[in-house]
């Protein structure tokens, strides 16, 4: 379908062409691209701050000794770090992909309900900006990680521990009103044609993460629903006085918290699957084998949660079956990267920036699945357990895995945003930059965390100081680079190279068949849909 | 079914950031009011007003689109899979707390009390017995209740009551789709209605007793604890189906709903089920085992 064609048909009555003028597009907006827009750049600032938070806690950690922050304050920074970079950095980035990329892949005017898309967003603001006053309030900000365990988070958390619950329920109904809008957009708005085998894997990856957030998202609701109670209404969920087990809220939380690292990472093989064919010009190999893999690897999520928990004190039985479990999702991630490189045998490859973020992805990521596999082993986490080890693996797969995949989405498809051209040379300065920074930073991480460095302390004994003040300087570069990620799309929004519509020679789906910049309404008449996928 | 073929993309809307405000200050003001301080309840009040004044707006809304023949047959899909997710997420919410239950019952009360793989726990409260219900706390800290609900009374009795609103709502729902009166949707739903209000007074009456008899609290123990929080959630669910179906059943009287579109009545319905398939789960594993 030509470009002509699209524009043509544009020609509805009953709602506007273009976005409104002013604020009040950004606030009433139903549009799925403006909303989109709103996610990543809301996903953008909490990059930053969650960001600065961590540069905190290397600069403390730079040398031994307490230098710059109190112990106190260090265990907010931990904890504020932790939750804005999952639920305010990388799961609105993914939704906001989702948003702007979804309905033009399967050929859907806009998402199913446009209007409790807006307020999906919305509440993010609200939710973060509560969370972000606790630093402000008596006592201070959670302090007791990411995780959350009770009883540090109940019998021993600061006042404001009761504004983080209600505003993880805020994060909760954003989370779950929003992959309810996917699922029914991907299940109910396919053009003719776009059967389910035909979906790119990125809708097929969102699919599947939609799924899990609609069924952990209400745990994560109920755990934190049952702390508030036992601090505000005399319960004992995590009181063993009154026959309740503070394991039992580990069993709780991470029964979601599994699931979620996988909301985490499906999205980002959806899009490196859309970029590596594109740069390698074949065809995705083993398309189907992906799809089963994906899938796999969500049902598998649900059952080898206490893998977290292996020196909490479980039955021999249950270290068992969650370190066996555990060791199962290698194979469905091992059909996915052996796919990849299989697409790209005998390629003719080129390396643009998307391409770079995509390849690292591959690579670090893998790497990052190793170090989990060996943390799977359940004797041998004995040793690995609450050490940096544990930081080094999940950064891995955090931060070169599903933060290079959003920034090789981010390149792949602003051209088609903005309409403009990318400026590769800023682009691969942020990648090698971003690339040896990550590796400082993460690489000495897995050697402190073997030699036995606790994670989430503000000082640590000498023998340590060497590869902590190596990890800082790359967290630097790092953070700094993020900043001509950040120059690189403001200006591509500006100026630039007109972009046509299909700006990558290899790429293939619908996205490429409308103009760039996207028109502000696509597809109000399904598009026509042949082998596609 | 209207005519539109063309999937309704509505125009700008105010009522998803007011809702937000609304959100926003309802968290805030509760948060402020379970740590004491002046504002909170008031905050709170403020958000729970303005909540209702939007899902009012926001429903009149989409109620007024669909008379106007908007939503196509595609649109009517896209909210039934809204509700049936929606009712997933709902699912998984009770899911998280018959889990804590079980595992209560199963692992952590047994090795409190020296049994089991774990019974080395019961180190911390020498001479702790488990049982279930649990009737004494290991510590001091709680006090275990001295009588707990009989299931052969009143949770029977709403057993029965809620079975059989699901049956009349059913009645209702045929009737509607096969050409029924009206008259007969309506009284079938007015039934229903007044179902679920009488096992919401037996349900007070129970915690009522519980709380004055029985000395069966939120404070007292993990027993209490699972038991009121199972039976409360649902019992909110059931208000809040309650009012769904009254709204429902006044639309009904207003000559709302036809044989072929009525997604909001079979919403409601689907709601009404699902919250009384929990009840026979809590009636099974909370009140009888
Ligand atoms: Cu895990």
């Known amino acids: ?533 | 079914m209207s005519a539109t073929t063309e999937y309704y993309v509505p125009a700008q809307s105010r009522l998803p950031i007011l809702a937000s405000i609304a959100l926003f200050l309802m968290a805030f003001g509760a948060g402020g009011m379970l740590n004491e301080s002046s504002y909170g309840g008031i905050t709170l009040l403020v958000g729970a007003l303005a909540m209702i004044a939007v899902v009012y707006t926001w429903f009149g809304k989409v109620i007024e689109e669909s008379h106007q023949g908007l939503y196509s047959a595609q649109m009517d899909r896209s909210f039934r899979w809204g509700m049936s997710w929606f009712i997933f997420s709902e699912v998984m919410f009770f899911a998280a707390f018959f889990g804590t239950l079980f595992y209560v019952r199963t692992f952590a009360v047994p090795w409190l009390g020296g049994e089991g793989d774990k019974g080395v726990s019961n180190m911390l409260w020498e001479g702790f017995t488990a049982q279930w219900p649990l009737m004494e706390t290991p510590g001091d800290k709680f006090s275990g209740p001295e009588g707990i609900i009989s299931p052969w009374a009143l949770p029977l009795v709403n057993t029965v009551l809620l079975v059989t609103s699901s049956f009349t709502l059913t009645f209702a729902h045929k009737a509607l789709v096969h050409g029924g009166t009206r008259e007969n949707v309506i009284k079938w739903m007015w039934v229903t209605v007044a179902l679920g209000v009488v096992f919401l007074f037996c349900q007070g009456y129970e915690y009522y007793e519980a709380y004055t008899h029985y000395g069966l609290t939120l404070q007292s123990g993990i027993y209490g604890a699972t038991f009121f929080m199972l039976t409360g959630f649902h019992g909110a669910h059931v208000t809040l189906g309650t009012i769904m179906m009254i709204i429902i059943t006044l639309r009904l009287m207003k000559g709302h709903f036809t044989a072929d579109n009525h997604f909001g009545f079979e919403a409601t319905a689907w709601y009404w089920h699902f919250v009384d398939v929990v009840w026979i789960g809590l009636f099974i594993f909370v009140y009888v085992f």
């Open chain 1, 1 to 533: 379908m030509s470009t002509a064609d699209i524009t043509a048909e544009h020609h509805d009555d009953h709602h506007d062409h273009g976005p409104a003028k002013g604020l009040s597009r950004w606030f009433f907006t139903t549009n799925h691209k403006d909303i989109g827009s709103m996610y990543l750049w809301f996903s953008l600032a909490m990059f930053l701050v969650g960001g600065s938070m961590a540069l905190v806690i290397r600069a403390e950690l730079f040398q031994p000794g307490l230098q710059l922050v109190e112990p106190g304050f260090f265990n907010q920074m931990t904890t504020m770090h932790g939750l804005i970079m999952v639920f305010g950095a990388v799961m609105p980035a993914f939704v906001g992909l989702a948003n702007w990329m979804v309905p033009m892949m399967i050929g859907a005017p806009d998402m199913a309900l446009p209007r409790m898309n807006n307020w999906s967003f919305w509440i993010l603001p609200f939710a973060f900006g509560m969370l972000l006053l606790t630093l402000f309030m008596d006592g201070g900000a959670p302090n007791f990680g990411w995780t959350f365990y009770a009883p540090l988070s109940t019998t021993y958390a600061p006042d404001s521990v009761t504004f983080f619950i209600f505003a993880v329920h805020m994060m909760g109904v954003s989370s779950i009103m929003g992959a309810i809008n996917i699922v029914a957009t991907i299940l109910n708005m396919r053009a003719p044609g776009m059967t389910l085998m035909k979906m790119p894997l990125f809708v097929w990856t969102w699919l599947i993460t939609a799924y899990l957030l609609i069924a952990v998202m209400p745990v994560l609701a109920g755990v934190v629903t049952m702390m508030l109670m036992d601090i505000h209404f005399g319960t004992s969920f995590f009181d063993a006085a009154g026959g309740g087990d503070p394991v039992l809220f580990q069993h709780v939380f991470w029964f979601f918290g599994h699931p979620e690292v996988y909301i985490m990472i499906l999205p980002a093989f959806g899009i490196v699957s859309a970029i590596i064919p594109t740069f390698a010009r074949k065809q995705l190999f083993g398309y189907a084998s992906m799809v089963y893999a994906t899938a796999s690897i969500a049902f598998l999520s649900f059952i080898v949660w206490a893998h977290h928990m292996f020196t909490v004190g479980m039955p021999l039985a249950g270290e068992l079956f969650f370190m066996f479990a555990t060791m199962l999702i290698a194979v469905p991630t091992g059909v996915k990267v052996f796919n990849w490189i299989a697409t790209m045998w005998r390629g003719s490859m080129t390396f643009e920036t998307p391409m770079l973020f995509a390849l690292a992805f591959v690579i670090l990521f893998t790497i990052g699945g190793l170090s989990g596999l060996m943390l799977a082993i359940a004797p041998a986490d004995f040793q690995y357990h609450d050490t940096y080890f544990v930081v080094a693996h999940f950064h891995y797969v955090l931060v070169p895995g599903a933060i290079f995949s959003i920034m090789a989405a981010v390149y792949y498809w602003l051209p088609k945003w903005t309409g403009h051209q990318l400026n590769e040379g800023a682009g691969k300065f942020h990648f090698w930059m971003s690339f040896i920074g990550v590796n400082i930073t993460f690489f000495p991480m897995h050697f402190i965390g073997l030699a036995g460095m606790p994670r989430r302390i503000p000082d640590y004994a000498l023998q340590f100081a060497d590869f902590n003040a190596i990890a800082s300087v790359g967290a630097f570069i790092f953070g700094l680079s993020q900043l001509i990620f950040v120059w690189n799309v403001i200006q591509n929004i500006r100026s630039g190279k007109k972009a046509e519509a299909k700006c990558w020679e290899g790429a293939e789906g619908l996205e490429w068949s409308v103009p760039s910049p996207a028109p502000y309404h696509t597809f109000t008449t399904p598009p026509q849909i042949e082998g596609a996928k």
